[in-house]
């Protein structure tokens, strides 16, 4: 895949960019490795005036910031912004509590016989970082701040339709007066991605992206008996019980499914309803839906845009045919737009089966899958037939009930009667095929770090 700008409104090619080469990609090797000596021993204090100094690099640049995200992969410009101010919270969320949560934790040195006794959070060193399209911002910046605070250093391999957005994130470290090459974009193509990870200058790695991908970097790392973190595909339920608040849960249904031109791997994708509001719900979510305004992401009032890829489009269009040929019912939408560019519409799917692909793949793209089910414990039985296991949601004012969900969905997270999503002070992660580790809150600090245990006699 080529490296380029490419306006996913026109299929239009707007900029491209030469890949590094071996060569290039040896001296950025070389100066991330001399960076991470020096820069271990700097202060948390000093690592956090300079991620306050980013997030006032982001607050400045908002605009110029959303609009490059909004040109490269289709987000609307509201969107683009938003994700620009949740970055900067991310930046001042790490200097604020950061020094805590790496804080040294003392043991009673009485109950293994020395005079002291602790365990100290030291970072490993250059840590590479993976990272997709769909936020093209934020799902980095949950990576940098988190790692630059514990005193790694970080290489950013990005999506290569996102090219100019992972230059600015080099550009904004240092342009906050981080030390020189702390933080660099290395420009390279998925076939160089083994390498880096096998070279012994880069201590771990992290991933966010595909299950594909997620495996090819999970045995390399394996094989070289280095740390990895992998946030993956899902799949996730949004179940629906009668004592919900059904309005409010097909309002949050919509934004939820369609988040992101529906390009989300949290965004709710099946919606598993009880059978006795299930007529009920699916016409209130069906006229949330068509009420979706599909237009310019740069313009204001638009809430869907165009699909970040060609290919994306591709796929999003041929499991909705496979899954109507195979009985499916259209509710609203399914049918693609005849005009440039790559644009798919919000669609609701009815009588899903398990003969159809969409079924059991993740569908990247604003189609929801609606399924009627008999009881509580058969909502979550189908909610966990699955081979992901990232997010979930659950719309229920029974506690019992939500007992029940919070207890037995199989995912790394449960939001009962609200929109998945994530918080700089919650972990996130998945299980299953959904990945393993955690980024944010104090568990995401300390995935990269020596847990170094100091006994003193």
């Known amino acids: 895949m080529p490296i380029a700008t490419t306006d996913p409104r026109t299929g239009d090619v707007v900029r491209t960019f030469d890949a590094l080469t071996p060569d290039a990609l040896e001296e950025r090797l070389a100066r991330a490795a001399r960076a991470a000596a020096t820069y271990r021993l700097t202060s948390y204090e000093e690592r956090a005036g300079w991620l306050r100094a980013a997030a006032d690099v982001l607050d400045r640049r908002t605009d110029e910031v959303a609009a490059l995200m909004t040109l490269e992969m289709g987000k609307t410009r509201k969107a683009a912004a938003a994700e620009v101010a949740k970055c900067a919270t991310a930046c001042r969320y790490y ?20 005079s002291q006794a602790y365990a100290r959070y030291q970072p490993l060193g250059v840590v590479l970082a993976v990272m997709p399209w769909n936020f093209p911002l934020w799902q980095a910046m949950r990576f940098a701040a988190p790692a630059l605070m514990a005193g790694n250093v970080g290489l950013l391999k990005h999506a290569s339709n996102v090219p100019q957005t992972a230059l600015f994130m080099e550009e904004l470290f240092r342009e906050a007066g ?27 790695a992290t991933l966010t992206g595909s299950e594909g991908a997620g495996v090819a970097i999970g045995r390399t790392a394996g094989e070289s008996l280095k740390k990895v973190v992998l946030e993956l595909g899902g799949s996730d339920p949004f179940l629906v019980m009668p004592s ?79 899954a109507v040929d195979k009985g499916a019912r259209v509710v609203v939408g ?124």
Request: glycine share 8%; proline share 6%; charged share 25%.
């Open 95 to 114: 200097a604020d509590h950061g020094a805590d949560f790496l804080a040294d934790e003392p043991v009673d040195p009485a109950e293994v016989g020395a």
């Open 178 to 204: 981080f030390p020189d090459d702390a933080f660099q974009t290395l420009l390279i193509g998925s076939d160089l991605v083994e390498r880096v990870v096998r070279d012994d200058r880069v201590a771990a």
């Open 244 to 322: 919900a608040d059904l309005a409010k849960a097909a309002k949050v249904a919509t934004t939820s499914r369609n988040q992101n031109n529906g390009q989300s791997c949290i965004a709710a994708k099946r919606f598993i309803v009880h059978a006795d509001v299930a007529e009920e719900f699916e016409a209130l979510f069906a006229k949330e839906i068509a009420a979706l305004v599909v237009g310019d992401p740069m313009e204001d009032g638009t809430d869907i845009g165009p699909l970040a890829t060609e290919s994306g489009r591709d796929d999003v269009e041929a499991l909705v045919r496979d």
């Open 334 to 457: 399914g049918e693609r737009p005849d005009r440039p560019g790559w644009w798919y519409p919000p669609t609701l799917l009815a009588d899903v089966t398990d003969e159809m692909d969409l079924y059991l793949e993740e569908v990247f793209g604003p189609v929801a899958q609606l399924h009627v089910v008999p009881s509580a414990e058969a909502a979550v039985e189908l909610a966990n037939a699955t081979r992901f296991g990232l997010g979930s949601n659950a719309w229920t004012n029974d506690p019992a009930e939500q007992d029940l969900f919070v207890r037995d969905l199989q995912a790394g997270a449960v939001f009962v009667n609200g929109m998945t999503t994530s918080f700089p002070a919650l972990p996130f992660g998945g299980v299953k095929a959904s990945g393993h580790g955690r980024e944010l809150a104090a568990h995401g600090i300390r995935e990269f770090t020596n847990v170094k245990t100091v006994w003193v006699g």
